[in-house]
């Protein structure tokens, strides 16, 4: 049974950081790529980052340079490292163990999620 409990979520000011964990059970994790989505009111869920197993690593154009996304298979977790953070990042992060056809496929399972709210 996979299973994904995210953490590190909280109130920040914006240009802050915030630094999310993704802890992983019930799956290989060294083989699998990960990735962080997040779901803000009233939008559908999006895909945030992502690492393979390989660690090549996929931002979307809007947290390039600001995000940084890591994992260390010893522990069976991941990271999303969130810097200069801005209201319109306000969302809860998700994590999600895929898989790698051509580009991500999200598997099934979620966790419950974190919530990042950017605000002054």
């Known amino acids: 049974q996979v299973q994904l409990v995210e953490s590190g979520g909280g109130l920040v000011q914006p240009g802050g950081s915030l630094r999310l964990s993704c802890a992983a059970s019930g799956i290989i994790f060294s083989v699998r790529p990960m990735a962080w989505y997040r779901q803000a009111p009233g939008k559908q869920r999006e895909l945030v980052a992502v690492i393979t197993s390989g660690d090549y690593m996929y931002y979307t154009d809007s947290v390039k340079g600001r995000f940084t996304i890591s994992r260390d298979n010893t522990k069976n977790t991941m990271w999303l490292q969130m810097d200069s953070l801005k209201p319109e990042d306000t969302a809860v992060y998700y994590c999600?163990?895929?898989?790698?056809?051509?580009?991500?496929?999200?598997?099934?399972?979620w966790g419950q999620g974190t919530q990042v709210t950017v605000s002054s």
């Open positions: 999600n163990a895929g898989d790698w056809y051509g580009g991500y496929r999200p598997g099934e399972s």
